[in-house]
């Protein structure tokens, strides 16, 4: 027949099994821990990645946007410049014109003056 198991024969076997499960479910954890771990690094490196990308763009763009602002400025000041000249040559053409016309009246006053 079959011995019966004394109860510090059970303890023992009953020892081994907790421990057994602790083990196991210590591994099992830890093996789970580093896969999330690996998962967080992988998110982080693409954030990472993404947000070193969206900068590269961002100074790309800031570049544009500083080339293009100079263009515009410097359209301008040659419009600003061709309409400075344009007007002064019309006001001195503009005084040229009066200044020979009060001449011209200033002339016709002193004939009229001397014939009369």
Do not use: P, W
Request: charged share 30%; net charge positive; with cysteine.
């Amino acid at each position: 027949m079959a011995k019966a198991k004394t109860a510090g024969e059970k303890i023992n076997g009953a020892t081994e099994t907790i421990e057994s499960a602790f083990k196991n479910g210590s591994e099992a954890l830890k093996a789970n821990f580093e896969k999330a771990t690996k998962g967080y690094e992988q998110i982080l490196g693409f954030s990472k990645d993404t947000a070193e990308a969206y900068v590269k763009a961002a100074n790309v763009a800031g570049k544009g946007a500083e080339t293009l602002h100079n263009e515009i400025v410097r359209i301008r000041r040659l419009d600003l410049e061709n309409r400075t000249q344009t007007i002064s040559i019309y006001f001195s053409d503009c005084y040229r014109t009066s200044l020979l016309k009060f001449e011209r009246k200033q002339f016709f006053l002193t004939i009229a003056s001397d014939s009369g």
